[in-house]
């Protein structure tokens, strides 16, 4: 069964939500943490004092180090969640702490700046 929200709860819990064209705001509840954890959320966040809204490159997990793969995402740091730029269907944002428990690493500040009107 899919539940539909309303954008303004889905903003509130962006963890728990995901955005389908044509369908709207999904709830998709909480993420679920594994029962041994690869990192420490530290591993998953900027330096402290990083600019909130700020973009970034986060390695998923077995990325080699010379090839690595990985999202670009916008940094929440109230929250301390990740925001992907990439895709419709995904959540609307990660806890550090979650996806550092699934072995992704934070890989750096962009440099560029990425546009989304094209």
């Not at 509130?12 to 044509?22: G, I, L, N, Y």
């Not at 986060?58 to 925001?83: F, I």
Request: proline share 8%.
């Amino acid at each position: 069964m899919t539940l539909i929200t309303n954008r303004n709860f889905a903003m509130q819990r962006k963890t728990e939500h995901a955005f389908k064209h044509e369908v709207g705001y999904v709830n998709r509840g909480p993420l679920r943490m594994p029962a041994t954890p690869m990192h420490p959320a530290q591993f998953c966040e900027p330096p402290i004092g990083t600019q909130d809204q700020s973009i970034h490159m986060l390695k998923a997990p077995q990325s080699p180090e010379d090839n690595a793969v990985g999202e670009v995402m916008t940094w929440h740091e109230a929250e301390r969640e990740w925001a992907p730029l990439s895709g419709l269907g995904k959540r609307l944002a990660f806890s550090s702490a979650y996806l550092a428990a699934h072995g992704w690493t934070y890989a750096g500040a962009c440099e560029h700046e990425i546009r989304h009107d094209k």
